[in-house]
């Protein structure tokens, strides 16, 4: 068990109409936690097993406005959500198949809701996200992926990860699209340089990682539309490391 606190502050630059957002209170956390290592087959397999519960109070939350005389501004700031609850567990694996091979996975399981947590929109709207889960939290995230070193020095790596849908933001409904990248690596490492080619997300996914509800165009009276910030695309280079000694 474990108990964290995060200080209170001010929010400086509101404007008048937000003067009620001003100050912010202290977060408190309560953290529970247990967990399982074990070893399998004689040392071929070993897992790693977390559950958790987190209990927050008085939680502080990014929150942002859209300014309503610069439609095309968006007015950041944070407060207090009152309290919300998270609980999941997390389980990983690694599995030696050989001296040259290494075989690892892991999955995620979130489940997050808002205890207590009401506010007001741009136009007065009360919003209430009483039991709904929080921004960025997906249900589930996994991972798998293997690794093989050869023993003249050569190596490479393959992996993949994804995450489930999520909200963007707790100022609207956006979600995202569930998504799975696939990264990889292969090259040569010797005592004092290492040399590799990599690739990130090898597939070219498209996936959104940030998500906006909002009016940017006049031509359109302004009016609201979702806007999405769209992950890294495929990204392929090379990396060179030398050790002075």
Same mark, same amino acid.
Request: no cysteine; glycine share 10%; hydrophobic share 30%.
């Given at each position: 068990?474990?108990?964290?606190?995060?200080?209170?502050?001010?929010?400086?630059?509101?404007?008048?109409?937000?003067?009620?957002?001003?100050?912010? #209170?202290?977060?408190?956390?309560?953290?529970?936690?247990?967990?399982?290592?074990?070893?399998?087959?004689?040392?071929?397999?070993?897992?790693?097993?977390?559950?958790?519960?987190?209990?927050?109070? #008085?939680?502080?939350? +990014? +929150?942002?406005?859209?300014?309503?005389?610069?439609?095309?501004?968006?007015?950041? %700031?944070?407060?207090?959500?009152?309290?919300?609850?998270?609980?999941?567990?997390?389980?990983?694996?690694?599995?030696?198949?050989?001296?040259?091979?290494?075989? %690892?996975?892991?999955?995620?399981?979130?489940?997050? +809701?808002?205890?207590?947590?009401?506010?007001? #929109?741009?136009?007065?709207?009360?919003?209430?996200?009483?039991?709904?889960?929080?921004?960025?939290?997906?249900?589930?995230?996994?991972?798998?992926?293997?690794?093989?070193?050869?023993?003249?020095?050569?190596?490479?790596?393959?992996?993949?990860?994804?995450?489930?849908?999520?909200?963007?933001?707790?100022?609207?409904?956006?979600?995202?699209?569930?998504?799975?990248?696939?990264?990889?690596?292969?090259?040569?490492?010797?005592?004092?340089?290492? +040399?590799?080619?990599?690739?990130?997300?090898?597939?070219?996914?498209?996936?959104?990682?940030?998500?906006?509800?909002?009016?940017?165009?006049?031509?359109?009276?302004?009016?609201?539309?979702?806007?999405?910030?769209?992950?890294?695309?495929?990204?392929?280079?090379?990396?060179?490391?030398?050790?002075?000694?």
């Amino acid at each position: 068990m474990a108990r964290g606190y995060k200080a209170g502050g001010f929010n400086m630059t509101l404007p008048v109409e937000l003067n009620d957002k001003k100050e912010f #209170d202290t977060e408190t956390l309560y953290n529970y936690e247990i967990g399982l290592k074990s070893r399998w087959l004689e040392g071929l397999i070993d897992t790693n097993l977390a559950l958790f519960y987190m209990d927050r109070q #008085d939680q502080q939350v +990014a +929150a942002s406005q859209q300014d309503p005389d610069k439609p095309q501004r968006f007015i950041l %700031y944070t407060e207090n959500a009152g309290s919300s609850n998270n609980y999941g567990a997390e389980l990983d694996a690694t599995w030696y198949a050989t001296d040259n091979l290494q075989l %690892y996975s892991s999955l995620g399981w979130l489940e997050t +809701a808002y205890g207590d947590y009401q506010y007001q #929109d741009k136009y007065g709207t009360e919003v209430d996200l009483t039991g709904r889960d929080l921004a960025h939290s997906p249900h589930f995230t996994y991972s798998l992926g293997g690794t093989f070193r050869g023993n003249s020095g050569w190596f490479a790596n393959l992996n993949l990860s994804g995450k489930s849908e999520f909200y963007y933001s707790d100022s609207n409904d956006s979600r995202s699209e569930p998504y799975t990248i696939v990264n990889a690596r292969v090259g040569y490492e010797a005592n004092a340089w290492s +040399a590799y080619l990599w690739g990130r997300n090898l597939f070219d996914e498209q996936y959104g990682v940030r998500g906006f509800y909002f009016g940017n165009e006049p031509d359109n009276g302004w009016a609201e539309k979702q806007y999405i910030r769209y992950g890294d695309p495929r990204q392929l280079g090379v990396t060179v490391n030398v050790k002075f000694m």
